[in-house]
């Protein structure tokens, strides 16, 4: 019977510092069988444990035709994810996954893309512009608007640098309060998505960061004329299972582990933003 | 009760009598066998192999926050409504480990899969509400894209004997959720109390071996109308009501009403009210080490909207005020869950009421929020 509780062991191959707070490890299941038939698409997630200590959701940033490894980009923000950053490669981890629907990948094909972050480093809209990157000639425009508050947030400067060079790839960064070497923007990230030409007959666009920050952004999407149709985005709540069961991600009757964590706006917009929800 | 409600139970009539006989086809069968028992001053599950044990004329009194169990002179077993669990604590254990991790001398972790052991288990007086909220557990718990392996083997290990309720508690209100008190399905046997005996039928292919195997007379049309009259009383015996599910959906339009505010007020974010509600299903897992620190159980409890953790994402919590707890239990119940699963996940039991120290009332809350005044009651 199989048990969606159950994890298996995975082994670190690699362990990337990407910034002081932020972390990337490579994975290997132990088990080549379960190695063999790991599938995911971008914006799915594992839950990563560690011995005694704990369990978390994190995204799975690599590409799903890497099939040796995945890869998992993980903030220190608590108990868990602190004893995580302290592994090494060899050390071990158990992996549950993966969970939830990723972003609209199909839908975006033939489209202009546009992706938008904000906060510290979103990992989950890593994967899609790596994955679109890699498949360039299946998908229009990019567009990459990223807002931190404060330069020293960035983290991956130098891919956003390196991305920006590509072409038909539009790369517009913004910080709050950025010093003096900034060569990009100062401001909000919703500032940056004012400055785009959308074609709006084939343009789909990706959020992820605060809500608050999302929220903005998508009244400034809709004021463009882009409809709720063309607006997805990426949600974080508790969660405890991973599958749809333990009830903690509810957002009004949204599974956010299971319907989401990706989202077209309008299954969700009666509660985002919405206080308690 | 419709006609066709009656005319699919063909029932037949066993004596009073013959009671403690039908309770030992059970043990013969293998089954361990749970019924209804007083304990704690309230009705419990316990394992019971002589019907001397079950409840003789004991009602259960139950109001918003009150419980009392009450003996009067009928000689009745199955006269109580229910006690403060349904069947959810046999099949989705309040605290069980998912797995077991040991740290090996190479630096390994072996993790080892734990299923829980379980006998056949037959249980006596099941409760028409209690078996609407199991077709509901089970429809999350094993319906889904990863069904639990635990709840299902707890599950496949049941049989259900129902008897329909002939008397109701001032907090039940069943009637209007559509969910008894008269055996709906999911039984393996249904029965009916009445003064000299009980009507039984089959309610499944097990259940209905089993029955045959007893060579039941027929009921007589006496003891069918006494069948309906009994259901009939405890139907008229409801005060309590909730509007229907169009209605409760637009519980998701009153997000902002001040009512929600006055609950909070009173509430003590106990969790009582999803701990012995039948259809609540949130939990919450965690590590549970062993102090030479070699080895792990992963362990799943109840949680609940009410507790701190539950909206929690490290140092943020989503709901912080009681309020919005109570919020976020009341419209997921009545409206969320009407998305999800197709109906309310409210049937009817009232033991959010009996058993809210502060005896807050869904039914009362959901008048005010829905601006039809307050519930009769």
Redesign the interface.
């Known amino acids: 019977?199989?048990?969606?509780?159950?994890?298996?062991?995975a082994v670190i191959d690699r362990r990337v510092q990407e910034s002081p707070g932020i972390f990337s490890l490579r994975l290997q299941y132990?088990d080549t069988h379960v190695q063999d038939i790991f599938e995911f698409q971008p914006g799915q997630f594992n839950m990563l444990?560690l011995?005694?200590?704990?369990?978390v959701p994190i995204s799975i940033v690599s590409d799903p035709d890497d099939s040796h490894f995945f890869d998992h980009t993980i903030r220190v923000?608590?108990r868990v994810t602190e004893a995580l950053s302290r592994l090494q490669p060899?050390?071990?981890v158990?992996i549950r996954g993966p969970f939830g629907r990723g972003w609209p990948m199909a839908q975006a094909e033939g489209q202009d893309v546009v992706v938008v972050t904000g906060g510290l480093g979103c990992a989950p809209l890593v994967s899609v512009i790596r994955y679109l990157l890699r498949r360039r000639d299946r998908f229009g425009d990019i567009h990459i608007l990223q807002g931190v508050k404060h330069e020293d947030d960035l983290i991956w400067r130098r891919q956003y640098e390196t991305w920006s060079r590509e072409h038909g790839v539009n790369v517009q960064l913004a910080a709050d309060m950025p010093g003096k070497a900034w060569p990009w923007q100062q401001g909000l990230v919703t500032e940056l998505i004012n400055t785009l030409d959308l074609n709006l007959e084939k343009t789909i666009s990706m959020l992820c960061g605060p809500e608050l920050m999302m929220l903005a952004a998508i009244a400034q999407l809709r004021d463009m004329g882009l409809s709720d149709q063309q607006i997805w985005l990426s949600m974080?709540?508790?969660m405890?299972?991973g599958?749809?069961?333990?009830?903690?991600c509810?957002v009004?009757?949204k599974?956010v582990c299971?319907d989401g964590p990706v989202f077209c706006y309008s299954e969700v917009a009666?509660f985002l933003g919405?206080?308690?929800? | 009760m419709s006609a066709q409600h009656i005319a699919a139970r063909r029932p037949g009539f066993m004596e009073r009598e013959r009671l403690q006989g039908f309770l030992d086809v059970f043990r013969l069968l293998g089954y361990r066998t749970l019924g209804p028992v007083v304990e704690e001053e309230t009705i419990q599950w316990r394992e019971v192999d002589t019907i001397d044990a079950l409840p003789t004329g004991v009602h259960a009194r139950q109001g918003a926050g009150e419980y009392h169990l009450e003996v009067q002179s009928d000689n009745r077993l199955f006269a109580w409504n229910h006690g403060p669990q349904a069947i959810k604590p046999l099949l989705f254990s309040a605290e069980e480990t998912?797995?077991h991790?040991r740290?090996m001398a190479d630096?390994?972790?072996d993790?080892k899969?734990t299923?829980p052991e379980v006998k056949p288990t037959a249980i006596f007086g099941v409760r028409a509400c209690d078996l609407a909220a199991l077709a509901l557990q089970d429809r999350?718990?094993l319906s889904?894209?990863?069904p639990?392996?635990?709840y299902?083997i707890r599950r496949e290990a049941l049989f259900l004997i129902g008897v329909d309720c002939a008397f109701s508690a001032a907090t039940c209100f069943c009637t209007s959720t559509g969910d008894g008190p008269s055996l709906g399905e999911g039984f393996d046997i249904g029965m009916a109390e009445l003064d000299d005996g009980y009507l039984a039928w089959g309610g499944s292919a097990k259940g209905g071996e089993i029955i045959d195997g007893l060579s039941l007379e027929p009921a007589t049309e006496a003891q069918l109308n006494s069948m309906i009259q009994e259901t009939d009383r405890a139907a008229a015996q409801q005060h309590r009501f909730l509007p229907g599910e169009t209605e409760l959906k637009q519980l998701?339009d009153k997000?902002n009403h001040g009512h929600w505010d006055e609950v909070g007020e009173r509430c003590l974010s106990c969790g009582n009210c999803t701990a012995v509600c039948p259809t609540c299903?949130?939990?919450?897992?965690?590590?549970q080490?062993t102090l030479d620190?070699r080895s792990?159980e992963?362990k799943?409890q109840w949680?609940s909207?009410f507790s701190q953790?539950?909206?929690?994402?490290?140092?943020f919590m989503?709901?912080r005020?009681t309020a919005?707890r109570y919020?976020?239990w009341l419209?997921?119940k009545l409206?969320?869950?009407?998305?999800?699963f197709g109906r309310s996940g409210c049937v009817g039991c009232g033991r959010c009421i009996t058993w809210c120290p502060v005896g807050i009332d869904l039914t009362q809350a959901v008048a005010a929020l829905l601006d039809g005044g307050l519930a009769d009651v």
Not at chain 2, 335 to 340: K, L, R, S, V
Request: with cysteine; proline share 4%.
């Open positions: 019977m199989f048990d969606p509780h159950l994890p298996h062991s132990v444990s011995f005694g200590v704990g369990e923000a608590g060899d050390d071990r158990g974080e709540r508790n405890q299972c599958f749809g069961q333990c009830g903690c509810q009004g009757p599974f299971k009666d919405a206080k308690g929800f | 998912l797995w991790e740290l630096g390994q972790v993790i899969q299923l999350h718990f889904q894209q990863n639990d392996p635990h299902r998701y997000l299903f949130c939990y919450s897992t965690g590590y080490r620190g792990a992963m799943r949680d909207c953790t539950h909206s929690s994402m490290g140092q989503l709901r005020e919005l919020r976020q419209t997921h409206a969320g869950w009407q998305e999800q």
